[in-house]
């Protein structure tokens, strides 16, 4: 990879401490989202009057709202697709 694209070479190696940081966030996030998912039961996450979640939950849930938020593959779901 050296030889062959050596400005891309470079710009990973000049970014490597930025990549780092990013992957080891990315996989505390996820790990996060894994524990929340665990400790709070689905039918508890979004029960304030029994409206189920907002539109905006179900927009990054990944899945088009097929998936409700509120269980472990949609709280994964939300945790993959996030745009942070």
Request: aromatic residues 10%; hydrophobic residues 50%.
């Amino acid at each position: 990879m050296k030889t062959r694209w050596p400005l891309l070479w470079l710009a990973l190696h000049r970014r490597r401490r930025m990549l780092v940081a990013l992957m080891v966030g990315m996989v505390a996030f996820e790990a996060l989202i894994v524990v929340v998912a665990n400790t709070i039961e689905p039918g508890q996450l979004f029960s304030a009057g029994g409206k189920g979640p907002p539109s905006a939950y179900r927009a990054f849930s990944g899945s088009g709202g097929d998936v409700s938020i509120a269980s472990y593959p949609g709280l994964l779901g939300a945790g993959l697709v996030h745009p942070f």
